[in-house]
């Protein structure tokens, strides 16, 4: 079983930035992709970045450019740096994982609040 836990979300002035990160814990989890999702009100949950364990990285066109991810598998951690921030990026966001070889984000945090306003 792999525990993630999230840190580092806030309230920020659009154009500002924000870094979180992720700590994964638990028996396999230095393996496993890892990946943001983003979950606004109202909406469905859905991916922001992934990263597998060997550095391999996949973006969401509307965060091309802005954010990036990135993880040390010396800490089990994963970040997302991200920049010019939108009021649409507002949203709590979570940090998933899944096994090598599946399709499906098994693993999940409990989540942090990201907020950007005007």
């Known amino acids: 079983q792999v525990q993630l836990v999230e840190s580092g979300g806030g309230l920020v002035q659009a154009g500002g930035s924000l870094r979180l990160s992720c700590a994964a814990s638990?028996?396999?989890?230095?393996?496993?992709?890892l990946g943001w999702f983003h979950q606004a009100p109202g909406r469905a949950r859905e991916m922001v970045a992934s990263?597998?364990?060997?550095?391999?990285?996949d973006y969401a066109e509307s965060v091309k450019g802005r954010f990036t991810i990135s993880r040390d598998n010396t800490k089990n951690t994963m970040y997302l740096q991200m920049n010019s921030l939108k009021p649409d990026d507002t949203a709590v966001y979570y940090c998933?994982?899944?096994?090598?070889?599946?399709?499906?984000?098994?693993?999940w945090g409990q989540g942090t609040q990201v907020t950007v306003s005007l």
């Open positions: 998933g994982g899944r096994l090598p070889f599946t399709s499906n984000f098994r693993f």
């Open positions: 638990g028996s396999g989890s230095s393996i496993i992709t």
């Open positions: 990263i597998t364990s060997g550095g391999t990285t």
